[in-house]
T-cell receptor, first 112, second 114 residues
């Protein structure tokens, strides 16, 4: 079966600190991978997606970045967090690009 | 106009009731439609895809109305465990050979009461 591992589940970080969230996928090869953010009371916002190793597409200008160093690994980073970066971050995969998504368990990030 | 719109609810219904949610979308070229379920502080989980001919999965029925640009979700015989937020998801359409991304609605909250 295909599994998405995402950690940590909860993270509290001070403003200006760095961020690294990791997502790994099992049971599939060459998946399309995504990072979404869900702010309180708002819909899911696509941040980045990747169709392969080293290939990153950015949807929204911001102080976040993403990398895909391995086929089944997708990393979300920031050098300096802002208060507005708080939210629920979700990694997802799909077989076809921008089609049926399957999500990891998410990371609730609070920037204080 | 928002790309995908849903009534935020909450819909408070008694156990055993039938409840229906609608979701409207603005892009007439959208090709794929889904309903997701999201429990509080959890990830969204795919409930069902929505096909042009309509589809049913147990107590859940999804329908697509392309002329009026909306999709619907019907839940029969509601259970307490159906309490969740239901997200409508639509593809942005197909432009110039590039499939657009999925657009998520903000969700409809369903609370099934004992």
């Amino acid at each position: 079966s295909q599994t998405i591992h995402q950690w940590p589940a909860t993270l509290v970080q001070p403003v200006g600190s760095p961020l690294s969230l990791e997502c790994t996928v099992e049971g599939t090869s060459n998946p399309n991978l995504y990072w979404y953010r869900q702010a309180a009371g708002r819909g899911l916002q696509l941040l980045f997606y990747s169709v392969g190793i080293g290939q990153i597409s950015s949807e929204v200008p911001q102080n976040l970045s993403a990398s895909r160093p391995q086929d089944r690994q997708f990393i979300l980073s920031s050098k300096k967090l802002l208060l507005s970066d708080s939210g629920f971050y979700l990694c997802a995969r799909s077989d076809r690009l921008h089609e049926k998504l399957f999500f990891g368990s998410g990371t609730q990030l609070s920037v204080l | 106009r928002k790309e995908v719109e849903q009534d935020p609810g909450p819909f408070n219904v008694p156990e055993g009731a039938t409840v229906a949610f609608n979701c409207t979308y603005s892009n007439s070229a959208s090709q794929s439609f889904f309903w997701y379920r999201q429990d509080c502080r959890k990830e969204p989980k795919l409930l069902m895809s929505v096909y042009s001919s309509g589809n049913e999965d147990g107590r859940f029925t999804a329908q697509l109305n392309r002329a009026s640009q909306y999709i619907s979700l019907l839940i029969r015989d509601s259970k307490l465990s159906d309490s969740a937020t239901y997200l409508c998801v639509v593809t942005g359409g197909f432009y110039g050979g590039a499939t657009n991304k999925l657009i998520f609605g903000t969700g409809t909250l369903l609370a099934v009461q004992p």
